[in-house]
């Protein structure tokens, strides 16, 4: 707070007057040096707009308390600009003529010693009266000053009350330091004031920015604030949210609370909420909002839709598609027409069957096929079901709900049909699918839902399906081992991919697009294969097709080695293997037989003692209880043998 400065102390004064003689002001100047009007002075006051603002009541008030008296009130900047006046008519009048108007600089160096110049000049609040103001035009005046700073204690301004010199008072000037410490304290009252709005504006702002709907509770239930998305999330107005309960819109409230207040956050799970028209389900995280000793005092609640959380999931997790058509590498004629074929397919709904040897890419044309048509921002997810244990690939598929079985996670868990609801899921090895799956698969195509294991709630799904398999369905359909009406619902677009040996015209440019790929990813400089080799690969089978191919070159580009023989000696170790198995398994009926004959002639030697047998062949007993019933040798022949062959089950 600012304090009076008493009389006695006229030390400014003489400060004041020294530094006016110093500046040459003239004793006789009448008006201020400095005067600005028209656009000068109007973009001077507007730029000064709060100041005025704020400072007017103050101005005011402080008029009120000596209207009558003829004073004037004045207010200036921190240049001394004069910004406003009011006061009684006669004194406003004279001061007029004196040009002590808007837009009038009254500062030290414009118009001598004055309250409000010298105020600024020794930023203390001061009084001047009579012969102390330097120029004689103003010694019929007595004047009382304060500075106005900001809340960084920085001059903003001067607060001046100005009276004829016979009516100097003290107290004159107190009232003007208290006027001005309350503009002051207003200041700060409203610098606050803007900080929280601004606060709040860059909070809400914020808040209603983020893709998620967002409600905060206190621990009692009763909703304190929400953003716009959870309202067109749930299809509630604001004051209709806030009427309610937050258990009245999710069941799982007290879970949820009961997880915060173990100190925990409940993140990523999925809830029902009971949105204005129906039952929704939505992803929940919640974390605590904590007071000034770490307690939880109200929960922030965050929700989003399943499909943007799983769609973010996918993209973080990799579940895309990468391949696309141009990179199918192939001219041979009956090929191009297949590529041709699948794009016109591609946009189509109807499942896709893909049938082909090993190593076609059966994979790659699934992919090239979601990246052609109209899903190819949405998920991507491959399935191998001969990978699968039987008794996981429900719960992988279909996914399960909390509780289902020990073990369950919290929440439960959405399958890959839900997580490609808009996308497509390709199902690799299908043939190998179990029946029981094949049943619920058909269901699925059938009526596009989907149940979790543990739930009866059906969630539809738009998904796109793309089989694939390397058996002949029609003979697994015949078997027993595939269900005939789940083939012809996958049936619906079959695409047959060739074996490399129906397609032997691609094999140069599939050499060429490897060797290039292949060099480049591993950093190694690109092998010529000389013409004789190059026959000897197109008149290779390749029984392991395109992926075979690669991977022969791949050998060659890291060992940078022709090998000449390499496909010769492949035929040839399957030839050696199948001969020596051959041998093998002759060689080992072979050693059977002598075997079974060596431990009968031990067991006739030793009379059927099997404890003296087993010690002189050097093994077990048990082992040799295993050799006699694997040879079937017939103790009832060997003396003693027959009572131990009683005795254990043989």
């Known amino acids: 707070m600012q304090k009076t400065i008493p009389k006695l102390q006229k030390e400014y004064i003489k400060r004041s007057h020294e530094r006016c003689k110093r500046m040459g002001i003239d004793l006789n100047k009448v008006y201020s040096s400095k005067i600005i009007t028209g656009d000068e002075l109007q973009k001077r006051l507007e730029k000064k707009r709060e100041l005025i603002v704020t400072a007017t009541p103050f101005m005011n008030q402080l008029y009120n308390f000596v209207r009558g008296s003829n004073f004037l009130a004045i207010l200036t900047d921190e240049e001394g600009c004069i910004l406003d006046v009011i006061g009684d008519n006669e004194i406003l009048s004279e001061a007029f003529k004196l040009k002590v108007v808007p837009g009038a600089y009254m ?338 195509i059938e009526e596009g839902t989907v149940s979790r294991i543990g739930g009866s709630k059906q969630i539809p799904v738009d998904v796109r399906i793309i089989a694939a398999t390397n058996k002949d369905l029609k003979q697994e359909v015949e078997k027993g081992n595939f269900r005939k009406d789940l083939y012809y619902r996958l049936n619906v677009l079959p695409i047959y991919l060739p074996p490399l040996r129906e397609r032997k015209d691609d094999i140069p440019i599939l050499i060429e697009y490897f060797m290039k790929t292949i060099s480049k990813k591993l950093n190694k400089r690109i092998v010529d294969i000389p013409p004789e080799y190059l026959d000897y690969l197109m008149n290779y089978d390749w029984p392991g097709n395109v992926r075979e191919l690669g991977n022969v070159i791949e050998m060659i580009v890291n060992t940078e080695h022709i090998p000449f023989n390499f496909l010769e000696d492949r035929r040839c170790n399957l030839k050696a293997k199948s001969i020596e198995l051959r041998d093998t398994n002759l060689k080992n009926l072979k050693l059977e037989h002598i075997e079974k004959e060596h431990i009968a002639k031990v067991l006739r030697k030793f009379k059927g003692n099997i404890s003296l047998s087993a010690r002189a062949l050097g093994i077990g007993r048990n082992t040799l209880y295993s050799k006699i019933r694997k040879y079937k040798i017939n103790c009832s022949e060997i003396e003693q043998c027959s009572g131990i062959e009683q005795q254990k089950g043989f």
């Open 107 to 444: 500062d030290e160096p414009n118009i001598g010693t004055n309250a409000m110049g010298t105020a600024l000049a020794e930023g203390i609040p001061v009084q001047v009266s009579g012969e102390e103001h330097f120029v004689k035009a103003h010694h019929r005046w007595t004047c009382s000053a304060a500075p106005i700073r900001n809340p960084k204690g920085e001059i903003i301004g001067v607060l001046d009350l100005t009276g004829y010199s016979e009516f100097v008072h003290p107290h004159t000037l107190g009232m003007v330091v208290a006027a001005a410490n309350a503009i002051e304290n207003m200041l700060k009252i409203k610098e606050y004031n803007d900080k929280l709005v601004i606060a709040k504006n860059h909070i809400e702002t914020i808040i209603n920015s983020i893709p998620a709907g967002i409600l905060t509770s206190d621990l009692s239930g009763n909703i304190k604030t929400v953003n716009k998305y959870v309202t067109d999330m749930f299809g509630y107005k604001e004051e209709e949210l806030k009427r309610k309960k937050i258990w009245d819109l999710f069941e799982d409230w007290e879970a949820v609370k009961d997880t915060i207040l173990s100190r925990n956050n409940f993140l990523d799970e999925d809830v029902y909420v009971n949105a204005k028209k129906n039952k929704l389900q939505f992803n929940l995280s919640a974390y605590p909002i904590l007071d000034s000793g770490k307690r939880p005092k109200e929960i922030i609640c965050i929700f989003k839709e399943i499909k943007k959380v799983r769609k973010l999931a996918n993209k973080i997790m990799g579940m895309k598609a990468i391949y696309t058509f141009d990179k199918i590498i192939g001219k041979n004629e009956s090929f191009v027409k297949i590529i041709e074929y699948a794009k016109k397919i591609a946009d189509s709904k109807s499942s896709v069957l893909i049938l082909g040897e090993s190593g076609t890419g059966k994979e790659l044309f699934a992919q090239a096929i979601h990246n052609y048509s109209n899903r190819r921002d949405e998920p991507f997810i491959a399935i191998n079901c001969g990978a699968i244990p039987g008794d996981l690939i429900e719960s992988e598929l279909f996914g399960y709900e909390e509780g289902a079985f020990t073990g369950a996670k919290r929440g439960g868990k959405p399958g890959k049909f839900e997580i490609a609801d808009g996308g497509t899921i390709f199902l690799d090895e299908i043939g190998e699918m179990p029946l029981d799956m094949q049943i619920k698969l058909l269901r699925v």
